[in-house]
């Protein structure tokens, strides 16, 4: 009997075999220890594990009450030269779902589309992009990036890594026309990757045997059902390179050094603490979220200190 309850856990499992791998497959740039979280979300879901309507709701309660009160709603009634705040909070998506609000991501669609809403309203002359994100996926977060750069000159862009700009957070970021870190911040994880995950072994003990029909030289040629060949390894080598390439030149422009000093000396993959990556160049200074809306608004005021930001020209979207 403990035989037959194995196997079908195995089969339970191998089920979404295929939605992980793609999960896995798919170039990210994020920290490896939060693609493990999702991954092992995923494997919570192939176990048989579900969530019902009211823990759905409750989880989208939660990703929401854990944001700053500053970020719950576009507030005040803002002069001229107003400060638009913009949370970017949790693992980077490019669209919105069930799943990101599930799970407190980022979705670069909605990110996008406050930014131009703020890019575009007359009372704003300063974007505040707030961020506290592992990174994510690839996906769309080179068009943002390019839409943050190409702001510059339109509105100030100013970003805040509070407390983590990593990956493709720090992609992001790296594109306003400065960019400060908290002191017990960190930023940086230059880098993508991806992973392949092979079964052969786990269907030959279940006692499944899978036989794919393809058409097309390279279809299929990563499959998890058999091992992954020099030449499919290649193939996804070059496509995380060709990431890799397009991430180094973005964090080069918007930071205003050569692709050469990123590869080399932004971290080669590693988050940095606040001194760190202030003495690399990686950031323009050190502050924390309060002292830098009382900078950006003109204002003086303590560390931490709330009316130091309780002004009328503070704006948050979200």
């Not at 339970?12 to 490896?32: C, G, H, K, N, Q």
């Not at 002359?125 to 996906?139: F, Y």
Request: neutral net charge; aromatic residues 6%.
């Amino acid at each position: 009997m403990s035989d037959l309850t194995d196997d079908g856990a195995m089969a339970a499992e191998l089920r979404y075999a295929d939605v992980i791998r793609a999960v896995s497959e798919t170039p990210w740039a994020i920290m490896p220890g939060m693609l493990a979280v999702i991954t092992d979300l995923l494997a919570f879901r192939a176990a048989g594990g579900r969530l019902s309507k009211e823990d759905i709701r409750q989880r989208i309660a939660e990703a929401q009450a854990g944001k700053p009160a500053a970020d719950s709603a576009r507030v005040g009634s803002a002069r001229s030269g107003a400060i638009a705040v913009l949370p970017l909070f949790g693992v980077i998506t490019p669209r919105a779902g069930m799943f990101a609000d599930v799970s407190g991501m980022a979705a670069l669609d909605r990110f996008r589309a406050r930014f131009r809403e703020a890019l575009a309203d007359e009372q704003v002359g300063t974007i505040l992009i707030r961020a506290d994100t592992p990174g994510g996926s690839v996906d769309l977060v080179q068009e943002a990036a390019d839409e943050i750069f190409n702001a510059r000159g339109k509105k100030r862009v100013v970003g805040i890594a509070d407390t983590m700009a990593a990956s493709a957070g720090y992609w992001l970021l790296s594109q306003c026309e400065e960019l400060v870190v908290t002191p017990s911040g960190e930023v940086g994880s230059i880098g993508v990757f991806s992973a392949h995950t092979e079964y052969t072994q786990a269907l030959e003990k279940a006692g499944v045997k899978t036989t794919l029909i393809r058409a097309g030289k390279f279809k299929a040629e990563s499959n998890p059902y058999e091992p992954l060949t020099e030449e499919a390894r290649g193939a996804m080598q070059a496509r995380v390179n060709d990431y890799y390439d397009s991430f180094v030149k973005a964090v080069a422009r918007g930071r205003g050094v050569k692709s050469a000093d990123v590869r080399g000396g932004f971290g080669e993959g590693r988050v940095v603490g606040s001194s760190e990556a202030k003495s690399l160049g990686m950031v323009d200074g050190v502050a924390t979220f309060e002292d830098t809306l009382s900078r950006l608004a003109g204002r003086s005021g303590g560390s931490g200190s709330r009316n130091a930001v309780a002004d009328d020209r503070i704006l948050s979207f979200v």
